[in-house]
């Protein structure tokens, strides 16, 4: 604090309302003379006959004082006087606060979180804030959210501040400071406020203005799962692959828990280097389930700390891969037989047309240049070079016109998850079977003129891909494009969930694509903490749902009318390092106008004006209220009656008149 001063000290001018205050108490009261019957009862009366002077000095009061006082609160609180006082900055602010998981360590001092520290610190600064200064406050997690818009109103500013919560996600400083950046745009002395433990990404949009970095957080201690997979191989039971990772500067051992399916399956102790990571194996799981919960926690015993909780959780979905049983009907086609020997999770029985369909159900057949007379089998299938029309298309003949567009590589979708990474721009072809009435089916790969090469759909139940040209009248075999192109097809055959996603588990905010492979009308999400969302299914047969801010895992329900046709789930974990690794850092690397710039955490640069019109307003208002309960007080006091008095018949003498001008009046 380095002085004191009035922003409208003119206001003080109203000090001048204590002269009527003295003025009142030094007026006397002129009373009436009524006539009475008797004065035998009212002795007191008789002393207060004399009629009073219009003035009288002026005596001690406790009540004039208290109203004295409370006039100087008010014009003091009017004046609005300040202190002046070390701040980070003032101006047109924007304030970023992080609300990020590692905003939700506890290091600070009396097991305060970082996000609670950076909460005073943001409001500490809006109580410096001058009559000219604006604030934006950002809360930054997985969507920046504005939470005050260049507002001057320190109420709004700290409720604000106040009313917000840290998250346990990361947080999307991209967005934030892009925000930041437009709202600063032709300001000059724009400021912008970074509240954090520095845990930003590289590569930041440009900033302009000036930023000032605070930092918060003061340790490193923490330990994470950081990485948590299920999977199936062939012939063996599922195994379950985890990471575990310490960022702090002590060795730490940690208890490895997993429950399958809400039961408690194995817990297991392992110690962990500091600033390094463990891999976990379990290779002995059970067949039958579906959920994966695993978690590290420290030993009751354990002297070293782990500051964020939110990151010693992850969660898993497990779906058997594969297609199950296959057939292969082929005249001896090595490279169909080799291909999916070596396909992992298929069971393959290789038969030849003589032989004709075994008995037995299979999840996917392959018809190699042969189709069965009957119906065809139930289940998926695959057909290369049909030789004859059928229910699924007509062969009206061949072709050699077989010359694949050198820009679009014959691909006509390049995202679909069948043609995904393949290459067919080097594969030639000698010929190739011509189809016609295929409506069921969608072209994913064409010759230049646009006949069809692969084709690929649903009929009636059955998912069905179509090869025009036998392996051995093309290089197809020969190129990279071939067991990229089977191992896609495997993983489309695979038995299809509501939801396919990239990998085990999806980071917090990430959109999530709902396609119910059945007949339904409705989709109800259940989030982690119980609540359910219901999603029409009107105009498309998917719906996206992107309320993914929690970690955990979210229940889908596919349902028709009020069944449930289909039940699905799917996962949200913090993987994150960057939140996992909280030891605070001392600088920020931005891009501003000057170029890429190192911001150093600093302490409070300016001065700012710190106001003290409330703690003045709120001492007047106490006082008022002491002077009320006085005055009330005084008020219902019943005067004394002495019964000696009462009765006396001699009444004492009436006082003497003070001023000459009474003198002469009789009683």
């Given at each position: 604090m380095s002085?004191?001063?009035?922003?409208?000290?003119?206001?003080?001018?109203?000090?001048?309302l204590a002269i009527p205050i003295f003025l009142l108490y030094m007026l006397r009261l002129r009373r009436t003379d009524m006539p009475i019957s008797s004065t035998f009862l009212w002795q007191q009366l008789i002393r207060d006959r004399e009629a009073n002077a219009p003035w009288q000095k002026l005596r001690p009061n406790l009540l004039m004082l208290l109203q004295l006082l409370i006039l100087a609160a008010l014009v003091l609180a009017l004046a609005r006087p300040f202190a002046e006082v070390d701040t980070l900055t003032t101006g047109r602010i924007v304030l970023l606060l992080d609300a990020s998981a590692s905003m939700t360590a506890t290091d600070m001092d009396g097991g305060k979180t970082r996000f609670e520290v950076a909460q005073d610190i943001a409001l500490d600064t809006v109580n410096t804030l001058g009559s000219e200064d604006t604030m934006t406050v950002i809360r930054v997690s997985e969507v920046p959210e504005v939470l005050a818009a260049a507002s001057r109103d320190r109420s709004v500013l700290r409720r604000a501040i106040r009313d917000a919560e840290p998250s346990t996600v990361s947080a999307d400083w991209q967005s934030a400071l892009t925000l930041a950046a437009a709202g600063g745009r032709g300001v000059d002395n724009l400021r912008v406020v970074v509240l954090s433990d520095g845990g930003l990404p590289p590569n930041l949009p440009e900033i302009p203005g000036r930023v000032i970095y605070e930092k918060v957080g003061r340790e490193d201690d923490n330990f994470a799962l950081t990485a948590l997979s299920v999977r199936a191989l062939p012939d063996s039971p599922p195994q379950l692959f985890a990471e575990i990772s310490n960022y702090g500067s002590s060795d730490v051992e940690v208890i490895f828990a997993v429950d399958l399916d809400d039961e408690l399956f194995n817990a297991l102790r392992y110690t962990v280097p500091a600033q390094s990571s463990i891999d976990v194996n379990m290779d002995d799981l059970p067949a039958n389930f579906t959920r994966v919960k695993a978690s590290v926690s420290r030993p009751t015993n354990s002297g070293v700390a782990d500051y964020v909780e939110s990151d010693n959780v992850g969660y898993a979905v497990f779906s058997p891969g594969g297609t199950g049983k296959a057939l292969l009907v082929t005249e001896g086609n090595r490279f169909l037989d080799q291909i999916y020997s070596l396909i992992s999770g298929i069971e393959l029985t290789t038969v030849t047309p003589d032989q004709g369909l075994p008995a037995g159900d299979y999840d996917l057949t392959i018809l190699d240049g042969w189709l069965p007379d009957e119906d065809l089998p139930k289940g998926d299938l695959l057909i290369i070079d049909p030789p004859t029309s059928g229910p699924l298309f007509d062969v009206t003949g061949e072709s050699s016109a077989s010359e694949i567009d050198p820009a679009s590589g014959g691909l006509t979708d390049a995202d679909n998850p069948i043609t995904r990474f393949v290459d067919f721009r080097t594969v030639n072809i000698r010929k190739f079977r011509t189809i016609e009435r295929a409506d069921w089916a969608n072209v994913l790969i064409q010759t230049a003129e646009g006949a069809p090469l692969l084709l690929a759909g649903e009929f009636e139940g059955q998912q069905v891909a179509v090869l025009t040209f036998a392996l051995q009248d093309s290089d197809l075999p020969l190129q990279l494009a071939w067991p990229i192109l089977a191992s896609n097809l495997s993983e489309w055959y695979r038995p299809q969930r509501a939801i396919n996603t990239a990998g085990d588990s999806l980071p917090p905010g990430s959109p999530i694509t709902?396609?119910?492979?059945?007949?339904?009308?409705?989709?109800?999400?259940?989030?982690?903490?119980?609540?359910?969302?219901?999603?029409?299914l009107t105009n498309s047969a998917q719906v996206i749902y992107a309320d993914t801010s929690q970690t955990g895992l979210y229940k889908v329900e596919v349902k028709l009318g009020e069944d449930v046709a289909q039940r699905d789930a799917f996962a949200i974990n913090l993987f994150d390092p960057s939140e996992s690794a909280i030891a605070p850092r001392d600088e920020l690397t931005i891009v501003t106008a000057e170029g890429e710039t190192r911001i150093t955490s600093t302490t409070s640069e300016e001065k700012g004006r710190r106001e003290l019109w409330m703690i003045i307003a709120s001492v007047g208002l106490l006082i008022l209220g002491i002077e009320w309960?006085?005055?009330?007080?005084?008020?219902?006091?019943?005067?004394?009656?002495?019964?000696?008095?009462?009765?006396?018949?001699?009444?004492?003498?009436?006082?003497?008149?003070?001023?000459k001008i009474w003198a002469g009046r009789t009683r």
């Open positions: 002085g004191l001063g009035f922003i409208t000290p003119a206001l003080l001018g109203l000090s001048a709902i396609r119910p492979t059945v007949e339904a009308d409705a989709i109800v999400v259940e989030r982690p903490d119980g609540e359910k969302t219901t999603l029409e309960w006085y005055y009330h007080r005084n008020l219902s006091r019943k005067p004394k009656i002495l019964i000696g008095q009462s009765f006396s018949a001699k009444p004492k003498p009436a006082p003497r008149p003070r001023w």
